[in-house]
């Protein structure tokens, strides 16, 4: 009796293990034929001789079994176009290895020799297939959204989530044992993020304010893809308006601080131009008394010597002079023509002193009304001219003025026949105020400069050049 249930045993056992073989098997078997592919399905047709079978993956294996070698049977076979169903191809034997089209099919039909009867027909069919997976994001709750992706027209072919999601796990259908490859591409800059063959568990990373791609397919039909587009919501501080709101407040601020530098490099540049004016204005007024110091000497010089006629003339000049030094004297610049007109009297004046020659000369070219160089730059330099060079010459005095253009420069030159006593110039208080004018003048304005050079000769005499560089506009 017990050798009688271990038999039975061992049986039972033998007879599972084909079973479970068979399952795990992707060779599905039928009367005369076996067919091998990925992703085999079959169904035979109920009260037809119709067997159909349905794959994943292009390429088939087809096998005979020992019943079609045993049998009389004539086979033929023909493909049927997925583009017209209703129309055959030339039939021919069957191949052992074919391969199919997404949508087209294989038909092999086998018949008797003798009664010409159809034994079977065999439908080999490749299924556009999507492969279904589920994705599952955290909740705000500690749960999971469960989502089954299929086909690109699924329910679910646009999914919206939280801004707290920060990844996603995939995995496949529980009873879907074949191969599914994926690809995830962020929309906004075309890159992909993550793709390769789906894993059980297959995490993925996610930014909130982010719109994904997601493609999944078979690894046997890369040519069928299910097309899914997932958006991460953006966290409050992400909507347009926040940053609006930041780009004004960042702009106006910025606007704010350049504006407030701005603003106290002007006040700081006034100052300096105030302080700068205040100077050369201090400077101007220390020549008026000078002057007028120096005047009022050649007056005294003529009545001394008994030239009360002269005198009163000169004192007529002197005046006239002296009026217009005073309307200009709150002026830091003057027009050339008036400075020109001053000089004009005072060489009349100092003319009927000491009885020399003089000359002003002024080129076609220069519009002098037009001009403005500072007041009273001209009146120490001449009065320099005919103090040192062309009073002790008397009648053989000679003292020209000559105005000129270079390119942009304004040039003047002061010009005498006389001998200088160098050291006696050098030391003197009008030429002292003048340089520190001409200083003050040139730290005001950077563009336009002036410079003064002194040429002393013995025979030929001295020549005073007075540079205004960038002053014409030619």
């Given at each position: 009796?017990?050798?009688?249930?271990?038999?039975?045993?061992?049986?039972?056992?033998?007879f599972?293990?084909i079973?479970?073989?068979?399952?795990?098997?992707?060779?599905?078997?039928t009367?005369?034929?076996?067919?091998?592919?990925?992703g085999?399905?079959?169904?035979l047709?109920?009260?037809?001789?119709?067997?159909?079978?349905?794959?994943?993956?292009?390429?088939?294996?087809?096998?005979?079994?020992?019943?079609?070698?045993?049998?009389?049977?004539?086979?033929?076979?023909?493909?049927?176009?997925?583009?017209n169903?209703?129309?055959?191809?030339?039939?021919?034997?069957?191949?052992?290895?074919?391969?199919?089209?997404?949508?087209?099919?294989?038909?092999?039909?086998?018949?008797?020799?003798?009664?010409?009867?159809?034994?079977?027909?065999?439908?080999?069919?490749?299924?556009?297939?999507?492969?279904?997976?589920?994705?599952?994001?955290?909740?705000?709750?500690?749960?999971?959204?469960?989502f089954?992706?299929?086909?690109?027209?699924d329910?679910?072919?646009?999914?919206?989530?939280?801004?707290?999601?920060?990844?996603?796990?995939?995995?496949?259908?529980?009873?879907?044992?074949l191969?599914?490859?994926?690809?995830?591409?962020?929309?906004?800059?075309?890159?992909?993020?993550?793709?390769?063959?789906?894993?059980?568990?297959?995490?993925?990373?996610?930014?909130?304010?982010?719109?994904?791609?997601?493609?999944?397919?078979?690894?046997?039909?890369?040519?069928?893809?299910?097309?899914?587009?997932?958006?991460?919501?953006?966290?409050?501080?992400?909507?347009?308006?926040?940053?609006?709101?930041?780009?004004?407040?960042?702009?106006?601020?910025g606007?704010?601080?350049?504006?407030?530098?701005?603003?106290?490099?002007?006040?700081?540049?006034?100052?300096?131009?105030?302080?700068?004016?205040?100077?050369?204005?201090?400077?101007?007024?220390?020549?008026?008394?000078?002057?007028?110091?120096?005047?009022?000497?050649?007056?005294?010089?003529?009545?001394?010597?008994?030239?009360?006629?002269?005198?009163?003339?000169?004192?007529?000049?002197?005046?006239?002079l002296?009026?217009?030094?005073?309307?200009?004297?709150?002026?830091?610049?003057?027009?050339?023509?008036?400075?020109?007109?001053?000089?004009?009297?005072?060489?009349?004046?100092?003319?009927?002193?000491?009885?020399?020659?003089?000359?002003?000369?002024?080129?076609?070219?220069?519009?002098?009304?037009?001009?403005?160089?500072?007041?009273l730059?001209?009146?120490?330099?001449?009065?320099?001219?005919?103090?040192?060079?062309?009073?002790?010459?008397?009648?053989q005095g000679?003292?020209?003025?000559?105005?000129?253009?270079?390119?942009?420069?304004?040039?003047?030159?002061?010009?005498?026949?006389?001998?200088?006593?160098?050291?006696?110039?050098?030391?003197?208080?009008?030429?002292?105020?003048?340089?520190?004018?001409?200083?003050?003048?040139?730290?005001?304005?950077?563009?336009?400069?002036?410079?003064?050079?002194?040429?002393?000769?013995?025979?030929?005499?001295?020549?005073?050049?007075?540079?205004?560089?960038?002053?014409?506009?030619?």
């Amino acid at each position: 009796m017990k050798l009688k249930t271990q038999i039975l045993l061992l049986f039972i056992c033998f007879f599972l293990s084909i079973i479970s073989s068979a399952k795990n098997s992707r060779v599905k078997n039928t009367d005369y034929i076996t067919i091998e592919g990925i992703g085999v399905r079959d169904g035979l047709i109920k009260d037809t001789p119709e067997h159909e079978f349905v794959i994943i993956g292009g390429l088939v294996n087809i096998k005979t079994t020992e019943l079609f070698n045993e049998s009389n049977i004539r086979s033929r076979a023909y493909y049927i176009s997925d583009c017209n169903k209703n129309r055959r191809q030339n039939s021919e034997p069957f191949s052992n290895q074919i391969f199919l089209n997404v949508g087209n099919e294989y038909v092999i039909e086998l018949s008797d020799k003798k009664t010409n009867k159809l034994l079977r027909r065999y439908r080999i069919s490749r299924i556009r297939s999507v492969p279904q997976i589920k994705m599952l994001a955290p909740r705000t709750d500690d749960l999971k959204f469960n989502f089954t992706l299929g086909f690109s027209d699924d329910v679910h072919s646009n999914i919206s989530l939280s801004s707290n999601v920060t990844n996603v796990e995939l995995e496949k259908a529980m009873d879907d044992t074949l191969d599914v490859e994926y690809r995830l591409t962020d929309l906004s800059t075309k890159k992909k993020i993550s793709s390769g063959v789906l894993q059980p568990g297959e995490m993925l990373n996610v930014n909130s304010d982010t719109e994904y791609e997601l493609r999944y397919n078979y690894l046997a039909q890369p040519e069928t893809n299910g097309v899914k587009y997932i958006k991460i919501k953006p966290h409050w501080y992400q909507s347009i308006i926040i940053y609006s709101i930041f780009f004004l407040s960042l702009t106006t601020f910025g606007f704010y601080i350049i504006t407030w530098k701005f603003r106290k490099k002007i006040k700081s540049s006034e100052a300096q131009q105030n302080k700068l004016e205040e100077e050369a204005m201090r400077l101007q007024s220390m020549l008026n008394p000078h002057f007028t110091f120096n005047a009022l000497n050649s007056i005294q010089g003529l009545m001394n010597t008994g030239r009360t006629g002269e005198a009163n003339t000169y004192l007529e000049e002197f005046g006239m002079l002296l009026r217009k030094s005073l309307s200009k004297n709150k002026d830091l610049f003057n027009s050339l023509d008036q400075e020109l007109d001053m000089m004009r009297i005072y060489l009349r004046i100092e003319a009927l002193r000491f009885d020399f020659q003089w000359e002003i000369i002024v080129s076609d070219v220069l519009h002098i009304a037009e001009i403005e160089i500072p007041t009273l730059l001209l009146q120490p330099l001449v009065e320099n001219a005919v103090k040192h060079g062309v009073s002790s010459l008397k009648e053989q005095g000679q003292l020209i003025i000559t105005c000129r253009e270079e390119k942009n420069d304004l040039i003047i030159m002061i010009e005498d026949n006389g001998a200088w006593n160098s050291k006696t110039f050098v030391t003197g208080y009008g030429l002292a105020l003048t340089h520190e004018r001409i200083h003050t003048i040139n730290t005001m304005q950077k563009d336009e400069q002036i410079f003064l050079s002194i040429d002393m000769d013995k025979d030929t005499g001295t020549q005073v050049i007075l540079t205004f560089r960038n002053w014409l506009d030619i």
